[in-house]
């Protein structure tokens, strides 16, 4: 994982340090409130008997939505993950709803939408931030949390 420290931040931390180690150590510290816990995404896979991958969420992250619709074509990555390949030329690994299931090919979301390779599909959903979890697919710095799916 890369990260990366701004400047600022760097500084900031060269000065927090500074605050620590001047504090009087007959005075305990002043209890700070935990940080924030942001869950992971957890995903389940399915595998078709022709080798097809959908990622379903079983435990979806939290922190701030960032909602998208994104029109394309449904297809496979060489791995064999289903995605969407927008229409502006750019791959969103699909992550569906719990409950969907693969028939075939065929990704069947829960409300009965079928997703079959080719279709031209608009799909509604949350951008989700990259997720080493769902490696198994190849471009899992790119993946878009599906709710509704409609053939167009």
């Given at each position: ?54 990622l379903t969420v079983e435990n979806a992250p939290s922190g701030p939505r960032v909602e998208a619709t994104v029109a394309g074509q ?15 030329g750019t791959d969103w690994t699909l992550i569906f709803p719990a409950g969907t299931s693969l028939d075939g090919e065929a990704a ?45």
């Open positions: 994982m890369k990260h990366i420290i701004t400047v600022g931040t760097a500084v900031a931390a060269l000065f927090a340090l500074a605050a620590c180690s001047a504090q009087d150590p007959a005075q305990p510290a002043a209890a700070s409130p935990a940080p924030a816990v942001q869950r992971e995404l957890t995903t389940k896979l399915l595998v078709s008997d022709g080798g097809t991958k959908a449904v297809s496979r990555d060489g791995a064999g993950c289903v995605i969407l390949l927008g229409n502006d069947v979301l829960p409300d009965g939408s079928v997703l079959t390779h080719g279709d031209h599909v608009s799909v509604d959903g949350n951008r989700v931030p990259a997720n080493e979890g769902a490696s198994m697919c190849l471009n899992y710095a790119r993946l878009l949390s599906v709710e509704r799916a409609a053939a167009g």
